[in-house]
């Protein structure tokens, strides 16, 4: 195996001093670069052609990938129109190096320190960057998201010394239920209302998304939901089970919650004004 192999088989990119670790010399190292098989940044980093472009731009940077890049990477649930460009985060007394253009750069002190041979942010650093990047709404959904994916402690969470206001705001607020972003962003939504929401209650043997009071449900399809006609036959039958048992029903699609949010305000507001979340029903 040559040097180029070796990185490949590590992302692409390494931190020289892992290179030496793995008994690659200094000789070697400057050989392989002379014959252009690898590439070295700021003196400390081995790159091939297979490193990933955004390992690359964070190394040459002098910092890390972190924000809405590092959650895209991880499979964080990411709003629409949300920046597509690169984030990267520099320590406040770091020698920058060069940053591309459109490169986002959060200049920050770290949260939770990371190990210098690597050049992603640790979430707690990716999860304050994007409470200062994003709006409100949309970081408490990628908060819960992170949350989920990534099975964080919510104890835990708010137990950080955040470095911001908004960040420590969102470890108070966010929460363990939500099963999607677009759950999130609902009961953010609806949470000023002052209504006694609960999540994931198990009804008729299946959980719903939010019961209001004792029987308004209140479903909310996001993209990814009814994948098959057997899912959608399912949630169908369940629905009408839970009618049969008294409860009223209002399920509402993604572009509905997203981008008609008055329609869908106006039905909750109505079957409220009715009466149809009271009334207590044996769960």
């Not at 670790?21 to 690898?38: H, L, V, Y």
């Not at 677009?182 to 006694?196: A, K, Q």
């Not at 449900?217 to 098959?228: E, R």
């Amino acid at each position: 195996m040559d040097l180029r192999d070796w990185l490949t088989a590590h992302e692409g990119i390494a931190h020289r001093e892992v290179a030496r670790a793995a008994k690659w010399s200094d000789r070697a190292i400057r050989a392989a670069a002379d014959a252009g098989s690898i590439q070295i940044i700021r003196r400390t980093w081995l790159s091939s052609a297979s490193a990933p472009a955004d390992l690359v731009a964070a190394a040459r940077a002098g910092g890390r990938v972190s924000c809405f890049t590092l959650a895209r990477e991880r499979g964080w649930w990411m709003p629409e129109g949300v920046d597509s460009g690169r984030h990267l985060s520099l320590s406040p007394n770091a020698r920058k190096g060069v940053i591309a253009d459109g490169d986002t750069v959060h200049w920050a002190k770290t949260v939770a320190p990371a190990s210098r041979y690597s050049l992603r942010a640790s979430i707690e650093d990716a999860l304050a960057h994007i409470a200062l990047c994003a709006p409100t709404e949309a970081a408490r959904a990628m908060w819960e998201s992170a949350v989920r994916k990534e099975r964080l402690s919510l104890d835990a969470l708010r137990n950080v010394q955040w470095t911001t206001r908004i960040a420590a705001r969102l470890a108070d607020e966010v929460s363990d239920l939500s099963d999607s972003g677009l759950e999130s962003i609902f009961l953010t939504r609806i949470s000023p209302w002052g209504l006694p929401i609960r999540q994931q209650v198990v009804i008729a043997s299946r959980p719903v998304d939010f019961l209001i009071g004792e029987r308004l449900v209140v479903q909310v399809d996001g993209h990814a939901h009814h994948s098959t006609a057997a899912d959608r036959g399912r949630d169908v039958l369940h629905d009408a089970e839970l009618r049969l048992r008294g409860f009223t029903v209002l399920r509402f699609t993604y572009a509905q919650v997203l981008h008609d949010w008055p329609a869908v305000q106006r039905s909750i507001a109505r079957a409220v004004a009715a009466g149809l979340h009271r009334g207590a029903r044996r769960i």
